[in-house]
Each structure stands twice: as structure tokens, then as C-alpha cells.
């Protein structure tokens, strides 16, 4: 499985971005992971193979995560967009039922990640 992210950028706060991740193979469940200098990968959004999301509680109400099954494609709409949401952006794909939005290491363990896309909010 091959993950590419695009879509990243900086923006000022308020502003609105849309990340995209074009997969190849079978992906299952995916998500949106970011990391920012220092800290932790932290999930931000997850949609399952049946389609259902959840989210971050720092990203709910602006951050929303869908899938376009027949082209395989995985998009973030990130809106109003603040400082704290800098980071570099992480899609990731696993071949596990449920969930991966705190399973890091299920990710890096049995599934698959992007190379990333820097998202720089001012």
C-alpha cells in the first residue's frame, strides 16, 4: 500500500485547507494523524470501512474527514485553522476492523504512512 499526501500549506488563522491522500491497495481503515515538533503523533480524524468517523476532541466541529471509495482517495477539510494546528500531517491505513484514531502503533505496526504534508497556520 502506497500513501500520498498533498494538499498542505500555510494559511493565516481562520483559514481553511483540504489534504488530500491518494492510496493505492487495499486500505481498510484510515486516518489523519499529525506530529508537531516535540510532541507526539496524535490522531486527529478516522473514518472505518464502514464509514464511520470520529474525531479529536481539538478538532470536532471543524475538522471533517471523508473518503472517496471508488478512487481511493482520503480527504481532511480543515477549517478555521489556528496556530495550534500546525504540524506535519499523516495519513495512515491499516488492514484492522474498528477504529485507528489512538492506535499509533497498530499503524506503525501492521499498516501503512504517508511521507506527510506540513500544515503552518499564523
Known amino acids: 500500500v502506497q500513501l500520498v499526501e498533498s494538499g498542505g500549506g500555510s494559511v493565516q488563522a481562520g483559514g481553511s ?11 481498510y481503515t484510515m486516518a489523519w494523524f ?3 515538533p516535540g510532541k ?4 486527529v480524524a478516522a473514518i472505518d470501512s464502514d464509514g464511520r468517523a470520529s474525531y479529536a476532541d481539538s478538532v470536532k466541529g471543524r475538522f471533517t474527514i471523508s473518503k472517496e471509495t471508488a478512487k481511493n482517495i482520503l ?3 480543515m477549517n478555521n485553522l489556528q496556530p495550534e494546528d500546525t504540524a506535519m500531517y499523516y495519513c ?6 474498528g477504529q485507528i ?8 505496526s ?12 499564523s
Open 40 to 43: 507526539e503523533r496524535e490522531g
Open 34 to 36: 499529525r506530529q508537531a
Open 75 to 77: 480527504y481532511l477539510q
Open 17 to 27: 485547507l483540504r489534504l488530500s491522500c491518494a492510496a493505492s491497495g487495499n486500505t
Open 110 to 121: 501492521l499498516g501503512f504512512w504517508g511521507q506527510g504534508t506540513q500544515v503552518t497556520v
Open 101 to 108: 484514531l489512538h492506535r499509533v502503533e497498530v499503524v506503525t
Open 92 to 97: 495512515a491505513a491499516a488492514p484492522v476492523a
